[in-house]
């Protein structure tokens, strides 16, 4: 079966990591039979992108479910980099952001010509609204504010929305907010979809992402001006006329992966149901049988576990990485998402202005295990079982 192996969050091939006998991630994909036809279709008709019926009806039905207009663009990355733009991001700028996630994340801010400030998170893994309370009160020239759901967990948004909205009020214009929902397709916070919180959210189809399309990205936003804007961007700055007038580049969305796209997204509510039914018997059986932590929830908040990430217990945070090696050579493929955190990565080191103890004390310690909406049960006994003697053997 088809299965992802990555380095960093990059598919490099799809087949399992050699000798892998539980993968990381399998990605969820139609059979062959259940797209035929409408990949036929495209091919016949000859209309391959430029904003087809697929990917218009992919972006009206996810409408729909966020509460808040979708764009499809052609990758998370470059629907950050738009977003950030179409917030009014000038060059120098200053953004606050976790240190604690994928690179991705940063690498837009430099792209859109901003300066990262990073902020610390909290156990739960997603931004510390305390320090970025604190950050924002001792420099009035962050301009923006940019969360991220950490594997899938929704990052603070009220909390941050005051903050934010405190320290507009000093600064005497807004601070928008941005996040980065790549992992965080299915999430929600009370009865509303992440999708329709800040400014701006961007999410990633990517293989080993929770709704996925091959590669892809969605931009949701609420406000009309920030949709027109970024409709603009993600059609090289065109907007209704053979006449750009806008900043842009070409981030669409092919009509092929807009037809895996909808697929997934039609059987979503299963997929995160599977999900959320099995997330939370590995829990049990971790905490049951080993002594690493489970990933943490929060009471009101769906979480996709679009990552499986557990911690290594503080009294043996120096053998993480043996026991990372005894997994693989077990058979168990793991990664250390997200070790280094960015500020202890060679291009951001020179933004490591501040300390993040949470944000090193958790890099030392996690360890992504295989996850995904079919995992079997038998998969899931023999990854905790290699966790129980990792423990011992390692
Ligand atoms: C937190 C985060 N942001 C952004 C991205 C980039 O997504 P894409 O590969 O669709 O550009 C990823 C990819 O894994 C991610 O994990």
């Not at 950030?84 to 991001?89: E, T, V």
């Not at 940063?106 to 931004?127: C, E, H, M, S």
């Not at 509510?269 to 049990?284: C, F, I, P, S």
């Not at 202890?344 to 996850?371: H, N």
Request: proline share 6%.
């Amino acid at each position: 079966m088809a299965t992802v192996s990555t380095v960093g969050n990059e598919t490099v091939h799809a087949q399992a990591a050699p000798g892998a006998k539980v993968p990381l991630v399998r990605p969820d994909l139609p059979a062959l039979d259940e797209v035929a036809e409408q990949f036929g279709e495209i091919l016949s008709s000859g209309r391959l992108s430029n904003f087809g019926p697929y990917a218009t009806r992919f972006e009206n039905e996810l409408s729909e479910r966020l509460g808040a207009e979708a764009l499809a663009v052609s990758s998370c990355s470059v629907g950050l980099v738009f977003a950030l733009q179409a917030l009014g991001l000038q060059p120098g700028q200053k953004v606050a952001l976790p240190a604690f996630t994928f690179v991705a994340t940063a690498q837009a801010v430099l792209y859109a010509g901003g300066v990262p400030v990073f902020i610390d998170i909290d156990p739960d893994f997603t931004i510390s609204v305390d320090d970025l309370r604190a950050v924002l009160a001792a420099d009035p020239e962050i301009a923006m504010v940019m969360g991220v759901h950490t594997y899938g967990l929704p990052a603070q948004v009220d909390a941050i929305d005051a903050a934010a909205a405190e320290a507009a009020e000093r600064a005497g214009h807004p601070i928008p907010i941005l996040y980065d929902a790549a992992h965080a397709l299915g999430s929600t916070v009370g009865d509303r979809a992440v999708g329709s919180f800040g400014d701006i959210e961007v999410f990633s189809l990517s293989a080993t992402k929770t709704l996925v399309a091959g590669e892809g990205g969605v931009i949701a936003s609420r406000h009309s001006d920030l949709i027109a804007r970024l409709r603009a961007e993600r059609n090289y700055g065109f907007a209704g006329s053979y006449d750009a007038h806008a900043p842009g580049l070409n981030g669409k969305m092919s009509e092929f992966h807009a037809v895996i796209g909808l697929h997934n997204l039609n059987r979503l509510d299963e997929l995160m149901a599977q999900r959320a039914a099995k997330a939370a018997a590995y829990a049990d059986r971790i905490v049951q049988e080993t002594d690493f932590l489970p990933p943490p929830t929060r009471p009101g908040t769906a979480h996709t576990f679009k990552d499986f990430t557990i911690l290594v217990p503080d009294h043996q945070r120096d053998r993480r990485d043996d026991i990372v090696a005894f997994l693989k050579r077990q058979g168990v493929d793991v990664r250390t998402y997200f070790a280094p955190a960015l500020h202890r990565q060679g291009y951001f080191e020179r933004f490591a202005t501040r300390p993040l103890p949470t944000t090193d004390d958790l890099a030392a310690r996690v360890i992504a295990i295989p996850f995904f909406a079919s995992i079997t049960d038998d998969e899931m006994t023999y990854v905790v079982e290699q966790l129980r003697q990792a423990q011992t053997n390692a």
